[in-house]
């Protein structure tokens, strides 16, 4: 081994071994992109009008938001198949909390999403302190929610709900400049975010600089970062010409925000990623496993009743077949966006692309009208492919 | 004698790390030929090359097989031609008899259906050349590892063999099982195998080798022939790492200081079947500064202590008291006895010890995060100053500290775990064989960090089936079999032969 290498290796090794290293991080912003851009051309334009930029947003926010719970789940080496039982449960609870008990808006939100932990909790329970396989108790989980949500409906679709409570999702962030077309508000969030990525980038690329360990060329890092900040700004302005930031999106992407800072950057996240990586080991490091597998399926639970309380918002009913077979949406989407299998693997960003590839993918095919026959098939093959992808790359390295 | 492999030229490059660099090996025909080296040096991946784990076309170079240029393509092409490959890390499925280990993949059967008897009378044969006695249904895993390791030799002689790579046989072997399993590569060798073996203990490189091969940083320094020179031990040392060696230990002042860590009436049973008793009745003791050495055959209970005080982490129904400067600790869990100054560094360190899928540094940190974090925020760059310290003052060979352990050599990847435990700061320091798979010079590396943390009024305990090196470095050797204590000896009055003597008269 020599660990000095010479300089005109150095800089091969910057392009083409950094491109192949990092193709998966690459690929699926590129994927992402590639899609849009194809469905923009089949759709002839629909795809990116603002008016459907927005419904884009309001009709993939709960998956959005299940994804970054499912993410860490699978991350500590689970998985939780019942999100979409307890998304459509705690839907119909709302529902007749609101609706049949007039209970308040207010209060039973923070209820709803107390039942969502409590759910996690009574799963998370057997997996982590009995060792019971999470595929089979969350197996169990969606059988037994998807029945209670039946029982608690009585088989009827429960409506409508209040103006308050349809904010939650429908709602959009008023123009605090008054101007509203375009939404200035939203133009100066998207001005502020783009500079934040590109700043925060800039930090972080210095700071690999000084320890000498930035691998990126720095065309592609001013590259990646214009795309990124461009496909930014590009769907703020498109938003702030018709009716500015919906509410949800605020929502998904503060939470977004959180659970990336959390996954990266605290002991906690950390040790997530150890747990999953290596159980024996993790806990030979005084890492209570238990406890922190325990809070992962708290964690999806709330998550999961969030998601409930958004999905029948929009809908403004809670029907009985909400949530049917979205645990599906969210899984794939996290493995879409890295995820493995195996768990230790996978980052908050790439599961949210993941879901943003799922739900372009979703809409654009409505819009062409495909039917939902030919979209499954589709949708499974593009996980298919992702994941080959992946197995594919990470053989190539060795 | 006529040669049967020639390497030619090797070169392989990984990401960022040149493994191989032009290494040149040439093996008889009927030889035992060892290849020895420093941790990192590139033995298994020569040997991967080799056996076409990395496929042709991966790598630069040409190997030449029985006079023909061999290109591989997958571990089945040289299997065909009988290079069979028994890696560092042993490949047996666990749960399996093993008898279906020796055929997987290569089943007796007609027509996809098992032909039993026939299976069963093939693994006896093979069983009994190997010179095990256990019954082809025995589950795998029932067997130690010396007892594995030979069921992967019979598994290679079932596909017979031509060229038996063998990657650190010997590593996690007691002595009389590395015996048994030198003696079976001799025997070998009478019937016309040719083997290559790669090993970091000297004494049994030369013993058995006919041929030595010293690779350093990836490229061939030496071969010496043990037909036509003496070989010292220090002599194939000094190859290895390019200097010479006098000392195998460090010096160092020995003095015991006052009480550190006492352990009384540890009484332990085992976590499956509660009325099986693993530790008896232990008492013993650290004093600051002092190295405590416990010696002892296979399977005498040493790691079964070391974990369960260890936060309990083995056995249950678990009682007795550990103190810290005379109090009593709380090591209930892992957490707590961290937090209460112990740190164990476990033999398996790819079970045990490492997140294989993380970085070095995450693993350095990973059990004392709260040093490089503020409110549960990790500090990124102090981390990194941190693994950087570690990878030079342990010597870690990687291009960076971003490096996955995974693609570490054996031996680095152990330097990464005692770095783990040494950054978790303990007040005593338990060992679980922490030189296994290590080379000469890291070993004496390992050893100068052991004084310094004695020099510094730490305790060590140091657990280890290498008699020499319990010799050499404890102060006290305590002797431990089947649960008990059974002697405690004054390193100055301390010999194998006394050691020995305490085990078979108890
Ligand atoms: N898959 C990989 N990716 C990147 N680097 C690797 C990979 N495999 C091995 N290396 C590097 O190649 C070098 C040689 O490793 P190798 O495993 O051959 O060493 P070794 O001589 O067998 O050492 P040891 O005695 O510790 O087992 C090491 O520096 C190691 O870090
Ligand atoms: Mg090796």
Redesign the pocket.
Known sequence: ?SDTVSPEQKTQTNTTTYLLGHLRDYGLLFALIAIMLFFQVVTDGVLLKPVNITNLFLQNSYIIIMALGMLIVIVGGHIDLSVGSVMGFVGAFAAVMIVNLDVPVAITIPVCLVVGGLIGAAQGYWVAYWNIPSFIVTLAGMLVFRGLSLWLLEGQSVGPFPKSFQLLSTGFVPDIFGVDRPNVTALAVGVIAACAIVYLGMRKRARNMAYGIEDEPFSFFVVRNAIVAGALLFVIYKLSTFRGLPNVLVTMGLLTIVYAFVTEQTTIGRRVYALGGNVKAAKLSGIPTERLTFLTFVNMGVLAALAGLIFAARLNTATPKAGFAVELDVIAAVFIGGASMSGGVGKIVGAVIGAFIMGVMNNGMSIMGIGIDYQQVIKGLVLLAAVIFDVYNKQKQ? | MQTLLEMRDITKT??G?K?LDNVNLKVKEGEIHALV??????????MKVLSGVYPQGTYDGEIHYDGQVARFNGISDSENLGIIIIH?ELALVPLLSIAENLFIGNECASKGVMNWPETYRRTEALLKKVGLREQPATPVDSLGVGKQQLVEIAKALSKDVRLLILD?PTAALSESDSQALLDLLLELKAEGVTSII?S?KLNEVRRVADTITV?RDGSTVSTLDAATEEITEDRIVRDMVGRDMSQRYPERERRAGDMLMEVENWNVWHPEHATRQMIKDINFHVRAGEVVGIAGLMGAGRTELAMSIFGRSYGQNTTGTVKLKGQPIDTSTVAAAIRSGLAYVTEDRKELGLVLEDTIQRNITLANLRDVSRSGVINEAEETKVAERYRKAMNI??PSVF?KVM??????QQKVVLSKWLFAGPEVLILDEPTR?I?VGAKFEIYGIINELSAQGKGVVMISSEMPELLGMSDRIYVMNEGRFVGELDASDASQERIMSFIVTH
Do not use: C, W, Y
């Open positions: 081994m060795r | 990984f990401p790390v493994a080296g420093e941790n990192g040096a590139g033995k298994s991946t020569l560092q650190e790669i970091h690779i060979r990687t490096q693609n570490l050599s054996g031996g680095n798979g080379d």
